[in-house]
């Protein structure tokens, strides 16, 4: 079983292995060699379809630039590891990837409960590989700084903000908050109740459901009870559809709202039509469903080549840009990238074009982008802006 200390002796006796070699190649000529990229990603358990998606955003442009030579002569080895999104999994298996010298680059994981973990056992700090394009929006991941995590998305605080300041817009006073009972609900619910607070809006309510369950029960009760005129939920696709469904049923008609981690498409199958239609989400990222900007011409072009079928979604469009964050930060590492090079390009990646969107890093700013608006289910299932 792995402990932080295991992992740091390990860790120490497996860079000083890597030192040991270099200098033993310090003269030779460089010789392109697979960059490992590990993503670990919830490919099972309640947010198994996000995860795959997540995996797939990445994979169309790794596959993409494997094919155009690479980066700098050397392919991309894009290493995907299950952790059914549960905590202690995500520790595991990140770990036992930093063992491996190869590993140059973390990608793409979820969970702001996961990526805490990784936090406070010290295992990025001691691992020394950045986390690009980590799916999530948790404060405790921006404030304090940390200097291996690379965001690409708002967080949960820009995204509750700018709902509760749509609800306030609209004339609603009586809010609802609906939230996953962990780090990444609590975050949530923070952001919520620092923007009612700042309006002097009245939070009648704030219920919980358990991690890893769809069991909102409890939670429809308690909000439908306050009678709400808007409830604003920090939750998963199968526990959002869930409340939907037995809200609805219940009588409840307050307007509904999600942040951005969601799948509008994931919520219609599960809770139906009828019980999600006018659903707001935020989003973190442009509309990928439309061929405004050229990275979103980029996405749809790739996604047709090497997406398998799979449908254009926020989730994979967001990973797709994130991939192209790490690509080009490990251009600018130049040949034969180490963890730390990496860490040093991504940061001098400031006010980059990715393709009519930008991120902004720097040596104190790990966070690329504040973007964030809200798209509405509409009557036909499709989400509108």
């Not at 980590?134 to 967080?155: K, M, Q, W």
């Not at 609900?185 to 109740?193: F, H």
Request: aromatic share 8%.
């Amino acid at each position: 079983m792995y402990t932080p200390s295991t992992f740091i002796r390990q860790m120490q006796h497996a860079l000083a292995a890597v030192a040991l070699g270099a200098s033993g190649l310090a003269c030779a000529a460089p010789t392109p060699a697979d960059i490992t990229v590990v993503q670990v990603a919830p490919l099972t358990g309640v947010l198994a379809s996000t995860g795959q998606q997540m995996v797939l955003g990445g994979k169309i442009y790794f596959d993409w630039v494997n094919a155009h030579g690479g980066v700098h002569g050397a392919q991309i080895k894009h290493t995907v590891l299950d952790d059914g999104y549960k905590v202690d999994e995500t520790a595991r298996l990140t770990q036992e990837a930093l063992l491996n010298p190869e590993v140059v680059a973390l990608f793409g994981f979820a969970g702001t409960a996961n990526v805490s973990k990784l936090l406070t056992d010290g295992i990025l700090d001691v691992g020394g590989a950045p986390l690009v394009a980590p799916y999530t929006g948790g404060e405790a991941l921006r404030s304090p700084f940390n200097p291996y995590i690379f965001h690409v998305r708002a967080g949960y605080v820009d995204e509750t903000e700018h709902m509760v300041h749509q609800v306030a817009t609209l004339g609603m006073r009586r809010i609802a908050v609906m939230y996953q009972n962990d780090a990444f609900g609590k975050a949530g619910l923070a952001g919520v109740e620092a923007a009612v607070a700042k309006r002097n809006l009245n939070l009648v309510v704030a219920a919980s459901y358990e991690r890893n369950t769809d069991d909102v029960k409890d939670a429809v009760q308690k909000i439908k009870a306050a009678e709400p005129q808007a409830t604003i939920m920090v939750s998963v696709n199968r526990s959002t559809a869930a409340f939907a469904k037995q809200y609805r049923a219940a009588g409840g008609g307050g307007q509904l709202y999600n942040i951005s981690v969601v799948d509008p498409a994931e919520l219609v199958k599960l809770a139906g039509l009828k019980a999600v239609h006018g659903l707001g989400i935020t989003q973190v990222v442009p509309y990928p469903f439309s061929a405004s900007k050229p990275v979103v011409r980029e996405y749809q072009t790739l996604m047709q080549q090497y997406g398998g079928g799979k449908p254009i979604s926020y989730t994979s469009f967001e990973e797709f840009l994130g991939a192209k964050v790490l690509v080009e930060g490990l251009r600018r590492a130049g040949p034969l990238p180490t963890r730390a090079k990496l860490v040093k390009a991504l940061e001098g990646m400031d006010n980059f074009d990715l393709g009519g969107t930008r991120v902004n890093y720097s040596a104190t700013n790990r966070v690329g982008s504040r973007f964030v608006e809200v798209t509405v289910i509409g009557g036909t299932g499709k989400l509108l802006r």
